[in-house]
């Protein structure tokens, strides 16, 4: 469970989050929505422990992100917009990395990496590098290392970037596969399509105000007052 | 040549933007840097001149000799400057997406490579050239040469002689990857590993500082005249030589026989330039190509090192947390061969500094030449724990990258991160400073029959320096972090690299200051029998923890401080 209480984040006088209050259940699936530049990184950020907010509160499965952030990163997965991986690792060195940092026990971890390279399809090149891997390639490890802790939260930042259709799905299939399992994910995209088939509640943020937030049935309704379309109502809400 | 004036406008106009940027914090940290360039500059200057007054008036060394230092000084510089740039030129030119996306475009690959080779000489040498001016301001005020002077040598002289030591390093570079391609990789690096330490070996057998040393201890006084005789044929030829031989015809007052000196440095830093140009013209792209199959041939999958300790896969009795940030700092050390090369490197001539100065024989019982030589020694040392730190501490939480993220967002107590960082920092500089002080002390303890008291407070002093220039360098390297920037030389480049070194080299000076006064009474306990208290030595070695304890601490809160910072 995620909940965002009045947060806001400054840089100087700039204020790219403002008092911005939300809550994703239990198993739900959250998508973010926004322009460019509208806050929805420096959101996610926030709740992954990477930056911290000028004022608020962020608790995340019943832990304070700022007081109890170790407790509360135990909890949750974090997938930056950007895959950056240490070049020098291989992809299953990385992965074990990430395992370690999460104390898990070495049996478990074993188990888990060779679940997750057969899940995700990356037993051909998961001993190579990950300074020779693609986008793609490097976007797969990053999700598979997200999920290596069986988290209880997923924060996901543009999940389907660099992705060739048949990882696409394997990610979609993946998200919704966790959801299923009671995993709350907080998903921002760009991708209109993908939060309509993936989300169970959408939020779009413009200029650090969450300008929108309701549920997929709702968002039919507003669709049909515009054109049918969600891109017509993305961009009336974003205007 | 209109490409080349084109980005290089873009170029000084995104460093001046970056550079000069008005916002407060901006404004208040360059003024801070620009109090401690000051400071340190007025430090090195005070230095370089009181050194020359002392070896000059106290110790009665004379000119001949002096300048036979500095020549040596100069040797040791330029293949510093050398081997750095070879290491930094690979990524310059090598591994750089600017050069990928220039190579796309319709830009000459001589211009491409001219606009890297000057990126890459002034990136790396604005510390050196600041340095290199401050000890020549001291060095050249003591004759008190008029301002003219400071500014013709700074551009006819040192500025070649570091440019051509560039000039030397992109040429070696380039046919390393010319021969990359028959030999592998690994065979041309071992091949330049044995010549270059074939070539320092020679250096150093026929114009040796012990030698020189042990020397001055027999002949003293008359050591100028006797030395005078000793010049090897072979040194002439060397591009040291021909600068120090300029400084000392000038403080002979003979310009006639200065300039010449000047004008070979010139004219042969101008060729090499020349060849340079040619070289690149016909051989750069080709080895650029070179470089892309020698990382394509490092792409098959890993297999290394599977069964040892350090496989992923594998536990040991370290918590699952410490165990991975270990082996992830190992391997990405070990497969950077920038960072390997190096250290092997520094380790390497360490050694040698290591097994020569043990048999250091020291005869002369005069208290002022052996304190010079005990702090000559004592400053190297502290030097090689400074370089050390700031070459391999100091971009330590840097190299981190863009992928810290993956630390950042796991349940890990920062503190325990800069902890591994830091034990891991200080084990390396540790054992090389504690072996440095062992065998610059030994040549004491011989002099003073035996006595390991010396000795002891030189190991004492190595854990406090190695302790403290760790801390600062980690400190300060959070403080100051490049997380865009991949190549480690380049991070211990930057500006608030170069102000670590600066800070580093301060606390040194005063490490220097608070040992220099019982090293004296020690010294004259040996020679003219004065009486020596151990308290003499308690006082110093006391204040010493309490200052380096200090620096510690400090430096551990702006480096833990700054890993609290955004990401």
Same mark, same amino acid.
């Given at each position: ?9 400054? @840089? ?88 370690? $940092? ?72 993946? $998200? ?35 300008? @929108? ?21 993305? $961009?009336?809400?974003?205007? | ?9 873009? %170029? ?82 090598? %591994? ?230 270990? %082996? ?240």
């Amino acid at each position: 469970m995620i909940e965002l209480r009045n947060v806001t984040k400054k @840089f100087g006088s700039f204020t790219a989050v403002n008092s911005l209050t939300l809550q994703v259940k239990a198993g739900e699936f959250f998508g973010f929505l926004g322009p460019n530049g509208a806050g929805k990184t420096t959101t996610i950020k926030m709740m992954a422990g990477l930056f911290s907010p000028t004022s608020g509160e962020i608790v995340i499965n019943g832990h304070d992100v700022v007081k109890d952030h170790l407790a509360a990163k135990q909890t949750i997965a974090y997938v930056p917009d950007q895959p950056f991986l240490y070049d020098k690792l291989t992809g299953r060195e990385f992965l074990y990395f990430v395992g370690g $940092l999460y104390k898990m026990a070495r049996g478990v971890l074993h188990k888990r990496i060779e679940e997750l390279i057969g899940h995700f399809e990356i037993g051909e090149w998961v001993d190579k590098r990950t300074e020779d891997y693609s986008q793609g390639m490097r976007q797969r490890i990053t999700i598979a290392a997200a999920m290596i802790h069986d988290p209880k939260t997923l924060i996901i930042d543009e999940p389907m970037i660099g992705l060739d259709p048949r990882s696409a799905k394997i990610v979609r299939d993946t $998200l919704k596969e966790q959801s299923q399992k009671g995993v709350s994910i907080f998903m921002s995209t760009h991708s209109l399509p993908v939060a309509e088939e993936l989300c169970d509640r959408i939020g779009i943020i413009k200029n650090g105000k969450l300008v @929108f937030c309701d549920t997929q049935d709702k968002l039919q309704v507003y669709k049909q007052q515009y054109d049918g379309k969600f891109e017509s109502v993305f $961009l009336e809400l974003t205007k | 040549m209109t490409h080349l004036t084109h980005i290089l406008k873009y %170029k000084v106009i995104s460093f001046v933007k970056s550079t000069f940027d008005l916002r407060f914090v901006t404004i208040a940290r360059g003024l801070g840097s620009l109090m401690l360039f000051g400071g340190f500059a007025v430090g090195a200057y005070v230095l370089s001149n009181e050194i020359t007054r002392f070896i000059l008036e106290q110790t009665r060394t004379g000119l001949y000799l002096y300048h036979r230092f500095i020549s040596m000084m100069l040797f040791v510089f330029f293949t510093a400057v050398n081997l750095g740039n070879i290491i930094v030129s690979y990524s310059t030119l090598y %591994k750089s997406s600017e050069v990928s996306y220039l190579f796309t475009k319709p830009v000459s690959y001589s211009n491409i490579f001219v606009l890297k080779f000057l990126d890459n000489f002034l990136y790396s040498s604005t510390t050196l050239f600041l340095v290199a001016f401050t000890v020549l301001l001291g060095y050249g005020s003591y004759f008190g040469y008029p301002w003219y002077f400071f500014a013709g040598v700074m551009l006819f002289v040192l500025v070649p002689f570091m440019f051509l030591s560039a000039c030397f390093a992109v040429l070696v570079l380039m046919a390393i990857m010319k021969i990359t391609s028959r030999w592998g990789f690994r065979r041309v690096m071992g091949l330049l590993f044995g010549v270059y330490f074939v070539f320092i070996y020679l250096f150093f057998k026929f114009s040796n500082p012990i030698e020189l040393v042990e020397e001055v201890n027999r002949y003293y006084p008359n050591i100028d005249q006797y030395l005078s005789q000793m010049t090897p044929g072979f040194l002439s030829y060397l591009p040291n030589h021909w600068v120090s031989e300029f400084l000392f015809y000038v403080a002979r007052g003979d310009l006639a026989r200065a300039l010449p000196f000047a004008g070979i440095l010139l004219g042969v830093t101008f060729g090499a330039f020349v060849i340079v140009l040619l070289v690149a013209n016909r051989f750069y792209y080709l080895s650029w190509l070179v470089s892309l199959e020698v990382q394509a041939s490092k792409s098959a999958p890993y297999s290394m090192m599977k069964t040892s300790f350090f496989d992923f896969r594998n536990r040991s009795v370290f918590s699952p947390q410490i165990e991975v940030l270990l %082996k992830k700092e190992f391997f990405s050390f070990l497969r950077e061969p920038s960072q390997w090369i190096h250290l092997l490197v520094m380790v390497i001539l360490t050694i040698i500094f290591v097994m020569s100065i043990g048999n250091l024989n020291l005869r002369l019982r005069v208290t002022e030449i052996q304190l010079m030589t005990y702090l000559v020694l004592f400053g190297f040392a502290g030097f090689l724990s400074c370089s050390l730190s700031l070459r391999f501490v100091f971009p330590m939480i840097s190299l981190e990258g863009q992928a810290f993220w993956s630390v950042l967002s796991a349940p890990l107590d920062r503190q325990k991160l800069y902890l591994t960082k830091f034990l891991l920092g200080f084990f390396i500089v540790f054992v090389l400073a504690e072996l440095v002080a062992i065998a610059v002390n030994i040549p004491f303890v011989r002099l003073s029959a035996g006595r390991p008291l010396l000795l002891y407070f030189g190991m004492y002093s190595a854990f406090w320096i190695s302790l403290s220039i760790v801390a600062i360098n980690l400190g300060f390297g959070g403080y100051f972090p490049s997380f865009n920037e991949k190549n480690p030389i380049r991070v211990s480049s930057t500006q608030g690299a170069t102000l670590t070194f600066l800070v580093s080299l301060v606390y040194l000076v005063t490490v220097v200051a608070i040992v220099i006064l019982p090293l004296t009474r020690y010294l004259e306990s040996l020679f003219i029998f004065r009486q020596f208290n151990l308290s003499s030595i308690v006082q110093p070695g006391t204040l010493l923890a309490v200052v380096s304890t200090s620096l510690v601490g400090f430096s551990a809160y702006v480096g833990l401080k700054s890993l609290q910072r955004d990401f």
